[in-house]
Structure formats: C-alpha cells, structure tokens
C-alpha cells in the first residue's frame, strides 16, 4: 500500500462523517490519480488556471469529481472559477458577490457557495470579520439573490484554534448554514471535534508540498 491511499485511509477514518476534501494545489495528475484510485472525489485547489490544467483532464474519466475553490478568488477569474468549480468556499466581499451573481445567472452554472470569515480579525487575511458576516449574508442574499449555504475560515497559526473554531461553530448556528469548512493537516481532529461538516487536507495526503504556494 502507498503513502496516498494509507493517509486517506487513515484520516478518512479519523473524521468520522465530516467530508475530506483532499487540497491538491502544487500536487502533480499523478497524485491525484492516485487519490482517485482510492475513491477520493472531493478535491481542493487555490487557484483557478492551476485547478484548469489538473481538473479538465481528469473530468471526463472521473465525471463525480466535486472540486471546491480555497483560494483567493479575483474578480476577474470568476467566470472560469464558476464554470469549473463545484464549490467555491473564499467569498469574501461585494464586488465578488456581484461578480458571482451575474457569472451566476449568466452560465446557469450553480456552484455552492461558503463565506469565508477572518475569524482572528488578522490584518493579513482574507475573509470578512465575524462582526460584518450578518449584514454581508444579507447583501449576498437580498441584495444579489445568491443562495449561501456554509462558512469557512483559516484560524491563526500557532494559536489554539478551538476556540476559533468554536465560534465559527456558532456563526454557523446561528445563521443556519449546514456547511462548515474548517481544519488543515495539523489540526483537522480538532476542526471535526469542534463541528466542522468539511476538513481540507493537503500535506497530510500527499506529503509536503515542494512548490510555492498561496496559502
Ligand atoms: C493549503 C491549504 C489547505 C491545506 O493545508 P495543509 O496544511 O497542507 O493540510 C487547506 N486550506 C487552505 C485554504 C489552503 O490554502
């Protein structure tokens, strides 16, 4: 057995119901195929024209393929990401939500849609601020009609993350969003124990990533 299909194996069994989405970003097809093999589906990348050369190849041999956009999305990539991803999880502010709407409604393509929250209002980061997601769910919803079903967040490195994860827990409660994304390698037990419905899992899959990456 090799290291792929044991580390899903492995992790699968960690979860418990929520879903693995295996982040294949800087991983080379034959990686993936190897993920495939072992009857992984979901898949994660960070960019769009990188998730293009991989996805439209392995698509028509694997049509139950569901691939879910991590990454930073510009306005200017939106008709691409809506035509090829399944899932796009980093929506973020306005202009994007205007942007999707109009992709939207344009390509009859309906991809999920997730909020990603900065959940330790780092300067850094993307995402919305906790105290701004209410009235950001109401624009998205009222103001362009999309259908948001989850949330996301990347909490800070070297910081417990529960009680992150916790509150983003709740944000997901009280908005009633059944979708809750959250979890990497180091630290997707914890996501799983603290409510996440979907981890996102990249070294602990494939090993390191030799590669840059945008993170
Ligand atoms: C790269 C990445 C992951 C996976 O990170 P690992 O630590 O390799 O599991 C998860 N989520 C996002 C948004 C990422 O960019």
Redesign the pocket.
Known sequence: MNDIVLNLAVIRQRIGAADLIA?S?TQPLEAIIEALAAGQRKF?E?RVQEAERKFLLLRPRFPDIELHL??PLQTNKVRDAVALFDVIQTLDRPKLADALATEIRASKRDPRLSIQVNIGNEPQKAGIAPEALPAFLAYCRAERGLTISGLMC?PPQSLDPRPYFNKMRALADTHKLPHLSMG???DFEMAVECGATEV?????IFGQ?LTQ?N?
Do not use: L, T
Request: aromatic residues 0%; hydrophobic residues 45%; proline residues 0%.
């Open positions: 982040v970003k994660g960070n991590i990454g990347i990497m390698s180091a996102r899992v990249g070294s602990a990533r990456e993170a």
